[in-house]
């Protein structure tokens, strides 16, 4: 049978994310290295029995969680943990590291915490969102106009002077409708439609 303690801990010493685990007097109970790491302790500050709001106050003295009485925000943050819902937010450590944090309550009133790195995934949605600025922003100023279907020539995006002037139709009312399904507006016999539709794909 296997040693149980030695398996979580190979677990915890083996995953990507940080993880982190106090009991239910909101002492520490069990870490792993990525947490320690992740957080930039300094060497042997970390032991288990150290309560969450020494931790807490570690960090505003450092400066990481705002300005302002430090003992009072130390407070206010481990209150925030301790509050009795599972939540989850992002954190900026270092200026350049983003983490996911997920934390709740355990069977035994204790918290768990785990931290996830997603900075790039978060790079990856600024440059798309950058990349979609700067294609509005030619699309806008373009005397052409755009329109984009997806895998099965559904219309996906319209740019906004697509319909000219007719103000019969809102491009809303296009937005998932298939291309073959609306090319009647154009008045074309059938042999046309499946030509125009061929033409596509």
Request: proline share 2%; net charge negative.
């Amino acid at each position: 049978m296997p040693d149980t303690p030695r398996v979580i801990e190979e677990i915890l010493e083996n995953i990507i994310q940080g993880v982190v685990m106090f009991d239910n007097e909101r002492r520490l109970v069990v870490w792993n290295q990525q947490y320690e790491s992740i957080l930039n302790y300094p060497e042997n500050f970390l032991h288990v029995g150290l309560s969450h709001y020494d931790m807490a106050l570690f960090f505003a003295k450092r400066g990481d969680l705002g300005k302002g009485d430090v003992e009072q925000i130390a407070r206010d943050r481990v209150e925030f943990f301790w509050s009795g819902q599972e939540k989850q937010a992002e954190i900026t450590i270092s200026g350049n590291r983003t983490f996911e944090l997920l934390y709740g309550k355990s069977s035994d009133n204790g918290l768990v915490e785990t931290y996830t790195d997603i900075t790039e995934r978060k790079k990856m949605e600024t440059s798309i969102r950058d990349s979609e600025a700067r294609f509005k922003g030619y699309v806008d100023i373009a005397a052409d106009w755009y329109w984009e279907t997806d895998a099965d020539s559904r219309f996906t995006y319209f740019s906004e002077n697509v319909l000219g002037g007719d103000a019969t139709i809102k491009t809303s009312d296009l937005i998932g409708v298939k291309r073959l399904d609306r090319i009647d507006l154009a008045k074309l016999t059938p042999a046309e439609k499946a030509q125009h539709f061929a033409d596509f794909n």
